[in-house]
């Protein structure tokens, strides 16, 4: 038996556990060790991505007992690119945090570490279970991690901004928890094959399966921080720690996001969702105003931090809408935008978090002469910016090509035109920000570089070189759209 | 016809954009970076060049990149019209190259190796939209061509180059995004394909409503154009550097632009559909009323460059009116007006930058007598003014003659009207400048003071000398490029 | 009437777990001290715990433990009806729950106290007044 898929996750949490233990010994051990763990389950996320692509779904028994008994990961193509996502993040991120977090949490950064660890396994494991309980626990690991570290940032707000969040999340998971004691009443089973089977013997409409599906897509949207469930999320990721925002803004809600499209397609199956229940309308009604309500609230931001996690609530209504446009294209679009926004994301917050490793803050003023001093930070910004604007051929312009596809063919037309609108307002507001960053100088306190240009002051190259590998991943994606459709997001759902 | 697959078009786009990295490098040495420029700019034409006769063979140059979906890919497809406008936009950049040398240092410019990088960006983005096999290649070019000439149009970094700059990109980008894109996604799902051939996409799938609507968004949707009411960028584009307006706001930009219409309405709309709906007219009125409005806003501007700016406009809808014409007549004259009109305008735009280089005068009534100062200068104008107004001997005649003579054929009397009074204005815009300049009496001046020569720097002379005989040379010397039409368009 | 009150008894456990989620959530959304949202929260954990301990239960079922002749090997005798054992299954899920749910108390009141110490209150109208001064 191959035994990657259970690399994948044991890297990180065994990880964990020996970045605690090393912390005693010297502290910056436990930086080497998560590098090294999240470094081993990318591997492993790539090995299993050809396993998947080679030999179809993959099926791991976790100690060796069958499923429905047993607790088994089940890696299809859809989640084997969700996990290669997640591990290559992950890494990244952590490449990049060897300055930030050591200067922003410089008494903690152990404890950062194992949690950081902790946190990624939860999210792996979201990802390759098979197992709708499994599920809520690891959700629930994935929450609690993150309610720690976001609790690591500035005193005070970030505590308060964690502690909405647990409020909220903690309704978000219980909804969903409860959603899946309703299936258990309905099908006696816990692994999502064979509730899916048994569901399907089930005719007609059961209250029972339509109000577990209500309230586990319920709790999914509030942990996806779907508008007006939204909330929590620009607090808690704003004030949170760059080394933790950075991770979480890209994919937590993706992860979610997935967890939507896994309950869906797999445990209810489209048909019941499409043809049985008749939600969709109303749903994509939501996606529109999310996307709406996401992009114009992010336009009414003057802290470039939190106009980034408005564009995420924007973005999530994007997925949501396309998932539920009822036809093919629309969830391809939905899922190859997991995949981009998470690149997308990812690279803005990297660049973020290069703006903040230098200037500190980032209200708009303090943004001023950026492209003088920091050229190729800027330079990742703008191409993830322009990527979030949809300009080809970069890839956010190729799931938009999907969406609105999609919404064409479901003849929704004001998904489409939600779409169109939210990628000018995205124009609007980025511009605006390069416009600062190009045209005012820097403010007079650096009076004496006045002539002779501004002075370069870029990031350590630790935070640059991520930067530049997500931005040549974003283009990536994009060239290459076609064949991921073709070979990983059209297979799962056939 | 045969299809050749060759990399030859992939490498024309490639090079400007290779070249960067080296530009950037060599920022503090302005002369090995200029020799860099002059390199790639020689390398791409020789690579459009060594094209050509396969093209004037009847053949096609394709080379598929990257599988998006079915019918839409990432291609390149070589045929007469994309040759054409490569061929303007390739030889124009070196000249380009050489007069911008002139006027970054003639007025000492800061940022230059910035200028120069995306510049070479922006001409790559234009050699990528000729060559486009699909309407989502050329989209793709033509966003890219959108941002890469933004650091230009701003590059003074000031309040006005900032007002500017944001307008040019509110118009562009705004444009492309909510009425190209949905219209473009809109094709796609009712045919499953983008490609662009002669016979149309569409086979029967449109009401005429559901065409004219289309049609209408491609046709403002592609703002670079300059169809009013989406006009309004390119003489707030006027504030950067000359070369920039002389290239791109000449030829580059809003020639890409007119191509995209132009490819929309033969490519993908397909002559026979438009003639069944009688679509053609409706963009000659469009365009029509562009013509003659910009000619009249041309007539009340008195700085030099925006009225090229209006006249530029006018000059635009000409072609597009010329395609909408339907016949072959008329679209050899439109099309053909894209290599006519981009020489007399560069020459115009490039007048204008030396004469700003040489006396720091922008306003056309500081012009008096100025013409005695800057002889060649001012005979290069007028020159270009011949051109563009349309009279012979320069090339422009060869295209308003074709466009006059469609007009006559189809028994649009009205239309020709329409041009007869557009040339008229154009007439009264360009040729008093010339006028003033060679006999008029110069205010700052004493009456009878002696005049010395003073032109401006060779490296701005010599550009607008030779664009201003090339276009002499097309009055005598257009067969080739109407071959290339006429293959291009199947006329 | 009557059926409605048929239906009530019938059923409640469900009810019951229903009422407890509600008074839990509306702690949660309308008391204003932090430390009593907490409480709400955990009663509305809670009462997902005893919802599913109760859809285990059996009636006049037993323990889910198999008892015969020593060595554990008392299946070999008697036949074993799974409808007088109880459902292990949920409870044993419930521990679980229970897990995650004290783990996220204990992190919230971490968090109170951080908050308590910076502050100097947990009312949220006072916190507010508190960041908006800043």
């Known amino acids: 038996m191959n035994h990657m898929p259970a690399i994948l996750l044991l890297a990180p949490l065994s990880g964990a556990f020996f970045s605690g233990l090393a912390a005693w010994i010297k502290p910056w051990l436990s930086y080497y060790i998560a590098l090294a763990a999240t470094c081993l389950s990318g591997v492993a996320a790539f090995c299993v991505l050809g396993d998947v692509m080679a030999a179809g779904t993959v099926q791991y028994r976790m100690a060796g007992w069958a499923p429905p008994m047993g607790i088994e990961l089940r890696i299809d193509p ?5 996990l290669l996502l997640i591990s290559a993040i992950a890494f990244l991120n952590l490449v990049a945090s060897v300055s930030s977090v050591d200067r922003e949490i410089p008494d903690r950064a152990p404890s950062f570490y194992v949690m950081y660890q902790l946190f990624v396994v939860g999210l792996l494991g979201v990802s390759a279970t098979g197992d709708l309980f499994n599920l809520y626990v690891l959700i629930e690991i994935t929450s609690l991690t993150s309610y720690t570290m976001i609790a690591l940032g500035e005193e005070g707000r970030s505590h308060l901004a964690a502690l909405n969040y647990i409020f909220i999340g903690v309704i978000g998971a219980s909804f969903y928890l409860l959603g899946v004691g309703y299936l258990y009443i309905t099908t006696g089973s816990l692994n999502m094959q064979d509730v899916a089977v048994i569901l399907k013997q089930i005719p007609g409409s059961s209250s029972a399966v339509l109000t577990a599906f209500v309230l586990c897509i319920l709790g999914v949207w509030i942990k996806m921080a779907l508008f007006p469930l939204h909330v929590w999320l620009p607090n808690a990721y704003s004030f949170a720690p760059v080394g933790f925002a950075r991770v979480v803004a890209p994919l937590m809600t993706k992860v979610m996001v997935y967890v939507m499209v896994r309950l869906m397609v797999t445990v209810f199956g489209l048909d019941y969702v499409f043809n049985t229940l008749h939600l969709a309308d ?14 114009f609230m992010a336009l009414l931001q003057t802290d470039l931090r939190k106009m980034l996690t408005y564009i995420i609530v924007c973005e ?52 001023k002469g950026l492209f003088a001093a920091m050229p190729w930070t800027m330079a990742g910004l703008v191409l993830a910016a322009l990527s979030i604007i949809g300009v080809p051929p970069l890839c956010g312009f190729f799931s938009k090509w999907y969406l609105v596809l999609g919404a064409f063919e479901a003849g929704a037309y004001h998904f489409a035109a939600a779409l169109i609108i939210s990628s000018l307002v995205c124009a609007v507001l980025f511009f605006k920000v390069f416009e600062i960053c190009f045209f005012e100088p820097m403010s007079t306190s650096h009076g004496h570089h006045d002539h002779g240009g501004a002075v370069m002051t870029e990031a350590p190259l630790s935070m640059l070189v991520p930067l530049g590998l997500v931005s040549t991943g974003i283009v990536a994606a994009g060239v290459y759209a076609g064949t991921i459709v073709n070979t990983l997001i059209l297979p799962f759902l056939q | 016809m045969e299809s050749i697959i060759s990399y030859k078009p992939l490498l024309a786009v490639l090079v400007p954009v290779l070249v960067i990295p080296v530009l950037m490098s060599s920022a503090r040495r302005p002369n090995v970076r200029e020799a860099w420029v002059f390199a790639a700019g020689f390398i791409m034409f020789a690579l ?32 007469g019209l994309g040759m054409l406008f490569a061929l303007v936009a390739s030889s124009l950049y070196i000249v380009t190259s050489l007069y911008s040398i002139g006027y970054m240092r003639g007025l000492k410019e800061h940022g230059q190796t910035r200028f120069v990088c995306f510049f070479a960006l922006a001409i790559a983005s234009t050699i990528g939209a000729a060559f486009s096999a699909n309407l989502v290649t050329l989209y793709l070019f033509y966003e890219m061509l959108s941002l890469a000439t933004y650091p230009l149009v701003a590059h003074h970094e000031d309040t006005t180059s900032r007002i500017s700059a944001r307008r040019y990109l509110t118009f562009i980008l705004g444009t492309s995004i909510g009425l190209v894109l949905p219209a473009m996604i809109y094709c796609y799902h009712v045919t499953g394909t983008l490609e662009f051939s002669t016979a149309g996409i569409f086979a029967g799938q449109l009401s005429k409503p559901g065409a004219t609507v289309l049609l209408l968004m491609f046709v403002f949707g592609f703002a670079k154009a300059g169809v009013m009411p989406f006009h309004s960028w390119l003489p707030a584009a006027m504030v950067a550097p000359t070369p920039v307006s002389a290239l791109l706001h000449a030829v580059a930009v809003v020639k890409v632009g007119v191509f995209s219409i132009v490819r929309v309405l033969t490519g993908i709309f397909g002559v026979d559909l438009l003639e069944s709906f009688n679509l053609g007219t409706l963009v000659m009125v469009i365009a029509s009323i562009t013509i003659l409005v910009s000619s009249c806003i041309a007539l009340s501007q008195d700085e030099l460059k925006r009225r090229l700016a209006f006249s530029t406009i006018s000059q635009l809808s000409y072609i597009i009116f010329g395609v909408a014409m339907l016949s072959s007549m008329g679209q050899l004259g439109g099309v053909i007006h894209i290599l006519m009109h981009a020489f007399g305008k560069i020459t115009l735009f490039f007048c204008a930058g030396a004469i700003f280089v040489a006396t720091g005068k922008k306003y056309i009534s500081q012009m008096k007598g100025l013409g005695r100062q800057m002889p060649v200068t001012f005979a290069a104008f007028f020159i270009g003014s011949l051109g563009v107004i349309g009279l012979p001997p320069t090339g422009g005649f060869y295209s308003k003659w074709h466009l006059i003579s469609g007009t006559l054929e189809a028994g649009q009397t009205i239309f020709m009207v329409v041009l007869l009074i557009s040339s008229f204005l154009n007439a009264f815009y360009f040729l008093p400048i010339v006028f003033q300049g060679f006999f008029g009496k110069s205010d700052d001046a004493p009456v009878n003071a ?39 368009l199947n006329l | 009437m009557t059926e409605l009150l048929a239906l009530i008894v019938a059923k409640y456990n469900f009810w019951l777990y229903i009422i407890l989620m509600m008074i839990g959530l509306y702690a949660m959304i309308a008391k204003n001290n932090l430390m009593k949202k907490l409480v709400g929260m955990n009663i509305f954990q809670t009462a997902i715990i005893l919802f599913y301990v109760s859809i285990g239960y059996k009636h006049g079922a037993t323990l889910p433990i198999i008892q015969g002749d020593h060595g554990g090997h008392g299946t070999h005798g008697a036949v074993i009806h799974a409808a007088e054992y109880i459902n292990p299954l949920p409870h044993v899920l ?16 971490a968090l109170c106290v951080r908050v308590y110490r910076r502050y100097q209150t947990l009312e949220e109208d006072e916190l507010r007044i508190r960041l908006s001064e800043k």
């Open chain 2, 450 to 488: 002696p005049v010395t020569v003073r032109e401006a720097n060779l490296c701005l002379v010599v550009p607008l000398a030779v664009t201003a005989l090339t276009s002499v040379a097309l009055f005598f010397f257009p067969q080739m490029f109407v071959d290339l039409i006429v293959l291009g």
């Open chain 2, 48 to 79: 459009v060049v060594s094209m050509t006769p396969v093209i004037l063979a009847g053949h096609r140059i394709e080379l598929t990149l990257f599988r998006l979906m079915p019918g839409a890919d990432i291609a390149f497809r070589v045929d």
């Open chain 3, 94 to 109: 419930m521990l679980t729950a229970i897990v995650v749910s004290v783990a996220t108390f204990g992190v919230a009141m």
């Open chain 1, 316 to 367: 999530i209504g994007y997925m949501v809408g396309g998932a539920w446009l009822g036809n093919t294209l629309g969830m391809a679009g939905a899922i190859l935008h997991i995949l981009n926004d998470a690149l997308m994301t990812f690279a803005l917050f990297l660049a973020l978090g290069n703006i903040i490793y230098i200037r500190k803050q980032v209200d708009v003023t303090n943004l």
């Open chain 1, 78 to 82: 859809l989640n084997a690119m969700v």
């Open chain 1, 282 to 295: 109303i749903v994509v009604w939501l996606g529109v105003i999310a996307i709406l309500a996401g992009a």
